[in-house]
């Protein structure tokens, strides 16, 4: 049984009902799973004034732990098309594992969300990859597999390099059933990829 870490940051709580939605997916397809958040690096008072999403039941996630997981799932909001400060400010304390090579070979995926359709998904998502890609990791997509992504009926998220959502301008719009199930859908794929080269 491989082990699969779902790693994200999340302000609002869109990010967090995304990497549940992974981890139920890695878990059904045979996978250990813990779902952590990186540490937010606003300060509380800050933070409570643009009513961040404070009470996540997440633990925190150290930099030692990754290397204790065969996948590791990374999740957060975009930034003007790129990944979030918070998760920048913690990947790039990854630079002892990747001396040591201590990701190197471990499954890779990104998820994300931003505030409208064309919000910056895609890049995020690559942002996300070329952090895995340095690490040396195996990198899995959201393939076609889930055809929901392709729906044009309504707005949806998804991408060929991840699960994404949409939160709307104000941030209302929670993940649809059909976000969740391409979150899912990933989260199987990784540890389906996963349990292949480890389990």
Do not use: C
């Not at 929901?148 to 949409?166: F, R």
Request: a negative charge.
């Amino acid at each position: 049984m491989s082990k699969v870490l779902v790693l994200y940051y999340s302000t609002y709580g869109h990010i967090e009902a995304m990497a549940e939605a992974i981890a139920a997916g890695a878990r059904g397809a045979g996978a250990q799973v813990d779902v952590k958040r990186v540490p937010e690096t606003a300060p509380e008072d800050v933070a409570k004034a643009a009513h961040f999403k404070l009470d996540q039941a997440a633990p925190v996630a150290t930099i030692a732990d990754l290397e204790n997981y065969d996948a590791i799932v990374v999740g957060t909001g975009t930034r003007f098309g790129r990944i979030s400060s918070q998760m920048a400010a913690f990947l790039d304390q990854a630079g002892g594992l990747w001396a040591r090579g201590a990701l190197n070979g471990k499954v890779g995926a990104a998820f994300t969300s931003s505030a409208t359709q064309h919000g910056g998904q895609e890049t995020t998502l690559f942002s996300i990859i070329t952090n895995l890609l340095h690490f040396g990791m195996t990198v899995v997509g959201l393939d076609y597999g889930h055809a929901g992504q392709m729906g044009h009926e309504t707005v949806v998220g998804g991408a060929p390099y991840g699960a994404t959502t949409i939160a709307g301008g104000d941030g209302s719009r929670q993940p649809s059933e059909t976000e969740l199930e391409g979150a899912r859908y990933l989260g199987a794929r990784v540890a389906n990829t996963a349990n292949k080269l480890f389990g």
